[in-house]
T-cell receptor, first 113, second 111 residues
Framework: GDSVTQMEGPVTLSEEAFLTINCTYT??????LFWYVQYPGEGLQLLLK?????DKGSNKGFEATYRKETTSFHLEKGSVQVSDSAVYFC????????????FGSGTRLLVRP | KAGVTQTPRYLIKTRGQQVTLSCSPI?????VSWYQQTPGQGLQFLFE???????NKGNFPGRFSGRQFSNSRSEMNVSTLELGDSALYLC??????????FGQGTRLTVV
């Protein structure tokens, strides 16, 4: 079945460091891919998305490129801030008459001043 | 535009009881999905409703049920609560582009 695999956390970085969170997926067809972020005590917020191969999603300095050849959708940011500390979830949606999301296990990011 | 609203935010129930959680989607969104979030299992899909019809269901026992009303508001019900049902229950409403917008969740504690 469909699945999403994320790198284990926590990821601890200093402010202004470069961030990469790896995400790979298994799915037939052409799923849409998403990154969601969850701050403490909150629900999930959509960070960015990509709907087809080679699409690049971007938002708030975060970027991810849909790589079908490597079935990956890695999240990157050039310079992290303390306020980026949160849990990040990679997810896919088959889009075949359903909006069901399949999530990875989440990666906790801690940014130190 | 108001976001997804879930009520109540917190609940404490006793084993064997039943509980009903409510979700009001973003205006205009016809799809509502429910997810269970636990530290051990992560985010798991419960079910999805679209225009009052359940169109997808996750791998949960029949104690978990839901429904959607004509105004797109949704409820989920868990009967005969077990300790393992303690979790954050998240509701999401989706756009036609499959972008899901989540509520803040209902934290259910079963004692």
């Amino acid at each position: 079945g469909d699945s999403v695999t994320q790198m284990e956390g926590p990821v601890t970085l200093s402010e202004e460091a470069f961030l990469t969170i790896n995400c790979t997926y298994t799915a037939t067809g052409y799923p849409s891919l998403f990154w969601y972020v969850q701050y403490p005590g909150e629900g999930l917020q959509l960070l960015l998305k990509a709907t087809k191969a080679d699409d690049k999603g971007s938002n708030k300095g975060f970027e991810a490129t849909y790589r079908k050849e490597t079935t990956s959708f890695h999240l990157e940011k050039g310079s992290v801030q303390v306020s980026d500390s949160a849990v990040y979830f990679c997810a896919l949606s088959r889009g075949d008459s359903s909006y069901k999301l399949i999530f990875g296990s989440g990666t906790r990011l801690l940014v130190r001043p | 535009k108001a976001g997804v609203t879930q009520t109540p935010r917190y609940l404490i129930k006793t084993r064997g009881q039943q509980v009903t959680l409510s979700c009001s989607p973003i205006s205009g969104h016809r799809s509502v999905s429910w997810y269970q979030q636990t530290p051990g299992q992560g985010l798991q899909f419960l079910f999805e409703y679209f225009s009052e019809t359940q169109r997808n269901k996750g791998n949960f026992p029949g104690r978990f049920s839901g429904r959607q009303f004509s105004n797109s508001r949704s409820e989920m019900n868990v009967s005969t609560l077990e300790l393992g049902d303690s979790a954050l229950y998240l509701c999401a409403s989706s756009t036609r582009e499959a972008e899901a917008f989540f509520g803040q969740g209902t934290r259910l504690t079963v004692v």
